[in-house]
């Protein structure tokens, strides 16, 4: 039973991060039919960037902060973070995948490609400046700074058994807040709105005087703004982060999103949170070092079994 | 007469043969191992061209392959290296022996290219992207969990048998291969798939048929270009063969034009030797890999080549076609 509540708590706080990026898997997917390959790298980014924010703003840690102090450290490197991937998700949208939006589809998968290649590999050169950040980081892994100390809960672990530490429930209630959010805008604003129904038929929004471009725009910035996010709650508790730490994450998020229906917003919080559930449970129980194969069988089983996924609607190709 | 075809389906490798044979004694041993990987890149590039070229899906998973094939010979390899064929001198032994693990490589990959495509296959083209790609990672995740496989540090001590002539011979194989299913009814079927899927389908053309068949045959050739390259530097790990080297070969087909085979051969045998020039700046090759993809998107998608052939430029046209392309006319 203590085994079975341990990996509940540790297969949500995963969940919780690949629903984070799920979310813009499917937005993105939604809105332009793109599998955005580089969502997984904007994750890497958003952790870079809280780091590079830390170290700048912050400074050393001081173990004698009082609590909200520590909560608005938190939060400005989180927004930092949030608002410079949204500009990255804002430029790579307006200079690597509009220009391809009436082209074969193929093409803008290829630029996507390029896109991830060139975060991942730009984040691995040596770096170019050296103060007051060295950036890029280069290949070899860096500690994210601490910006909310580490407390266990001991009674729980000698009531039940049940290791949770501080961290784990921050993030779980910053991933559900947003998603909150998230879906508030989706689904109760005039923006929202016109994202649905840019993802229904951009032609017929379009005509109807949708603004298609900036509908698009936002959408990139929305799920690279949540991505970065996911990413800062991922190297807060778990600190050690390189430039290719993104690209796993990323492919499981994709399931996530395939899982849960891709193109649906709902679906990919749901999807996140089984996957990540899924994952802890069968690598917790069988053999742990299999757990990145434990994904791709998920996403081979859906496709056999269900592939508008968990929550998709099953729609005909039109010609 | 009758026999004709067939000698003229062999002349290829007739001619090659010596060729190679010339090229493996004048090649200095310096340039020996850029020359074999000038080769293995023409055998994935080639083959992965099917697969991407050919019938418009889009396969990342090609190092998975490719680690299939190589862990299938060294195995073999290893396991025969000390057995002699009785009725054979030592050298041919050898070859016969690599030969056999060659053709291994080929059929296990194959089966894997089965396993990975039926039900990946059945789905659009973006979705097979995701799923080779986090194919290639459980290959990996697999070997490395494995005993028998040496787990990350892989397998050490094969021994030396890839040299000019073994892959000149099987590069020239895969262009032969890649040109006569371009010709032939299999490669029509391709074609039309690539250009609208529904149409093609409506057309009676099963659809998931013939893009399993295209994926199972470019596998068997990633198999066999992994074999060639773990018996080229006696070694077989698993950094060999990372989603990078996946991406390696999608920069050789993108910038050829996908669905030429002549733009294939020719942007391997360009990057790779340019590249090995450019050595020192080793740590911008990847970026520039990232920058070539995006440029060439935006301002020439369809590659240098399109999907344009060396051998259909007129003078070459007399030449003649193979035989099944011209028996359909």
Same mark, same amino acid.
């Given at each position: 039973?203590?085994?079975?509540?341990?990996?509940?708590?540790?297969?949500?706080?995963?969940?919780?991060?690949?629903?984070?990026?799920?979310?813009?898997?499917?937005?993105?997917?939604?809105?332009?039919?793109?599998?955005?390959?580089?969502?997984?790298?904007?994750?890497?980014?958003?952790?870079?960037?809280?780091?590079?924010?830390?170290?700048?703003?912050?400074?050393?840690?001081?173990?004698?902060?009082?609590?909200?102090?520590?909560?608005?450290?938190?939060?400005?490197?989180?927004?930092?973070?949030?608002?410079?991937?949204?500009?990255?998700?804002?430029?790579?949208?307006?200079?690597?995948?509009?220009?391809?939006?009436?082209?074969?589809?193929?093409?803008?998968?290829?630029?996507?490609?390029?896109?991830?290649?060139?975060?991942?590999?730009?984040?691995?050169?040596?770096?170019?400046?050296?103060?007051?950040?060295?950036?890029?980081?280069?290949?070899?892994?860096?500690? #994210?700074?601490?910006?909310?100390?580490?407390?266990?809960?001991?009674?729980?672990?000698?009531?039940?058994?049940?290791?949770?530490?501080?961290?784990?429930?921050?993030?779980?209630?910053?991933?559900?807040?947003?998603?909150?959010?998230?879906?508030?805008?989706?689904?109760?604003?005039?923006?929202?709105?016109?994202?649905?129904?840019?993802? #229904?038929?951009?032609?017929?929004?379009?005509?109807?005087?949708?603004?298609?471009?900036?509908?698009?725009?936002?959408?990139?910035?929305?799920?690279?703004?949540?991505?970065?996010?996911?990413?800062?709650?991922?190297?807060?508790?778990?600190?050690?982060?390189?430039?290719?730490?993104?690209?796993?994450?990323?492919?499981?998020?994709?399931?996530?999103?395939?899982?849960?229906?891709?193109?649906?917003?709902?679906?990919?919080?749901?999807?996140?949170?089984?996957?990540?559930?899924?994952?802890?449970?069968?690598?917790?129980?069988?053999?742990?070092?299999?757990?990145?194969?434990?994904?791709?069988?998920?996403?081979?089983?859906?496709?056999?079994?269900?592939?508008?996924?968990?929550?998709?609607?099953?729609?005909?190709?039109?010609? | 007469?009758?026999?004709?075809?067939?000698?003229?389906?062999?002349?290829?490798?007739?001619?090659?043969?010596?060729?190679?044979?010339?090229?493996?004694?004048?090649?200095?041993?310096?340039?020996?191992?850029?020359?074999?990987?000038?080769?293995?890149?023409?055998?994935?590039?080639?083959?992965?061209?099917?697969?991407?070229?050919?019938?418009?899906?889009?396969?990342?998973?090609?190092?998975?392959?490719?680690?299939?094939?190589?862990?299938?010979?060294?195995?073999?390899?290893?396991?025969?290296?000390?057995?002699?064929?009785?009725?054979?001198?030592?050298?041919?032994?050898?070859?016969?022996?690599?030969?056999?693990?060659?053709?291994?490589?080929?059929?296990?990959?194959?089966?894997?290219?089965?396993?990975?495509?039926?039900?990946?296959?059945?789905?659009?083209?973006?979705?097979?992207?995701?799923?080779?790609?986090?194919?290639?990672?459980?290959?990996?995740?697999?070997?490395?969990?494995?005993?028998?496989?040496?787990?990350?540090?892989?397998?050490?001590?094969?021994?030396?048998?890839?040299?000019?002539?073994?892959?000149?011979?099987?590069?020239?194989?895969?262009?032969?291969?890649?040109?006569?299913?371009?010709?032939?009814?299999?490669?029509?079927?391709?074609?039309?798939?690539?250009?609208?899927?529904?149409?093609?389908?409506?057309?009676?053309?099963?659809?998931?048929?013939?893009?399993?068949?295209?994926?199972?045959?470019?596998?068997?050739?990633?198999?066999?270009?992994?074999?060639?390259?773990?018996?080229?530097?006696?070694?077989?790990?698993?950094?060999?063969?990372?989603?990078?080297?996946?991406?390696?070969?999608?920069?050789?087909?993108?910038?050829?034009?996908?669905?030429?085979?002549?733009?294939?051969?020719?942007?391997?045998?360009?990057?790779?030797?340019?590249?090995?020039?450019?050595?020192?700046?080793?740590?911008?090759?990847?970026?520039?890999?990232?920058?070539?993809?995006?440029?060439?998107?935006?301002?020439?998608?369809?590659?240098?080549?399109?999907?344009?052939?060396?051998?259909?430029?007129?003078?070459?046209?007399?030449?003649?076609?193979?035989?099944?392309?011209?028996?359909?006319?």
């Amino acid at each position: 039973m203590t085994e079975f509540l341990q990996h509940l708590v540790n297969g949500l706080s995963v969940g919780a991060i690949y629903a984070l990026i799920a979310l813009g898997y499917t937005m993105v997917y939604g809105v332009l039919k793109l599998i955005n390959f580089a969502h997984g790298d904007v994750y890497m980014v958003g952790a870079f960037a809280g780091y590079y924010l830390a170290q700048v703003l912050l400074g050393q840690y001081d173990p004698n902060a009082t609590a909200l102090t520590v909560f608005l450290q938190a939060m400005l490197v989180t927004t930092g973070g949030m608002a410079i991937c949204g500009l990255l998700g804002y430029t790579i949208e307006r200079f690597a995948y509009r220009p391809l939006r009436h082209r074969a589809r193929l093409t803008s998968l290829i630029t996507a490609i390029g896109v991830s290649f060139l975060l991942e590999f730009g984040f691995q050169l040596s770096p170019w400046f050296k103060h007051p950040i060295e950036f890029p980081p280069g290949p070899s892994f860096r500690v #994210f700074p601490t910006i909310v100390p580490r407390s266990q809960f001991e009674w729980i672990d000698q009531t039940i058994g049940v290791s949770i530490s501080n961290l784990d429930i921050y993030g779980l209630v910053m991933a559900v807040v947003l998603m909150l959010m998230l879906q508030y805008i989706v689904y109760r604003t005039k923006f929202g709105t016109a994202m649905r129904a840019v993802s #229904f038929d951009w032609q017929t929004a379009s005509l109807m005087g949708i603004p298609v471009n900036r509908v698009i725009s936002w959408t990139f910035v929305l799920g690279s703004a949540l991505a970065a996010a996911a990413g800062i709650i991922q190297a807060v508790s778990r600190p050690k982060i390189d430039p290719l730490f993104g690209l796993i994450p990323g492919l499981k998020a994709f399931v996530a999103a395939v899982l849960g229906g891709i193109g649906n917003v709902p679906g990919a919080m749901v999807g996140g949170l089984v996957l990540g559930l899924a994952e802890e449970y069968v690598a917790g129980y069988t053999d742990s070092s299999y757990r990145d194969a434990i994904a791709f069988s998920v996403l081979i089983l859906v496709l056999l079994v269900r592939p508008s996924g968990l929550f998709g609607r099953v729609t005909a190709e039109k010609v | 007469m009758r026999a004709w075809p067939v000698v003229k389906s062999f002349l290829p490798f007739v001619i090659g043969f010596p060729v190679f044979w010339a090229l493996e004694q004048v090649v200095p041993s310096a340039w020996n191992l850029v020359a074999v990987t000038v080769f293995v890149n023409i055998v994935l590039a080639v083959s992965l061209n099917v697969v991407n070229g050919f019938t418009g899906q889009f396969s990342l998973g090609h190092a998975g392959f490719m680690a299939v094939g190589a862990y299938t010979s060294a195995k073999i390899t290893l396991a025969l290296s000390d057995v002699q064929l009785g009725f054979l001198p030592v050298f041919w032994s050898d070859q016969l022996v690599f030969a056999l693990a060659l053709l291994a490589a080929m059929t296990t990959a194959a089966v894997a290219g089965l396993l990975v495509g039926m039900p990946s296959l059945r789905l659009r083209g973006d979705y097979l992207a995701i799923v080779t790609l986090g194919f290639g990672e459980i290959i990996r995740s697999i070997i490395e969990n494995s005993k028998p496989l040496g787990q990350a540090t892989g397998l050490s001590g094969l021994p030396h048998r890839t040299n000019l002539v073994w892959v000149g011979l099987c590069a020239l194989a895969t262009v032969v291969m890649a040109r006569r299913l371009a010709t032939s009814s299999q490669g029509r079927a391709l074609f039309a798939i690539r250009e609208d899927e529904v149409a093609a389908e409506a057309m009676g053309v099963d659809t998931t048929g013939y893009k399993v068949r295209a994926f199972v045959i470019s596998a068997a050739y990633a198999g066999l270009a992994g074999a060639l390259v773990s018996h080229a530097i006696m070694l077989c790990t698993p950094r060999m063969f990372t989603f990078v080297r996946s991406i390696e070969v999608v920069v050789l087909i993108v910038l050829g034009g996908l669905g030429s085979i002549t733009g294939s051969v020719i942007s391997a045998v360009v990057l790779t030797v340019g590249l090995e020039a450019l050595r020192e700046f080793q740590s911008f090759r990847m970026v520039s890999y990232a920058l070539l993809l995006i440029v060439l998107m935006l301002t020439r998608p369809q590659g240098l080549f399109g999907t344009h052939e060396l051998w259909d430029l007129k003078i070459l046209k007399r030449l003649g076609r193979p035989a099944a392309a011209k028996e359909a006319k």
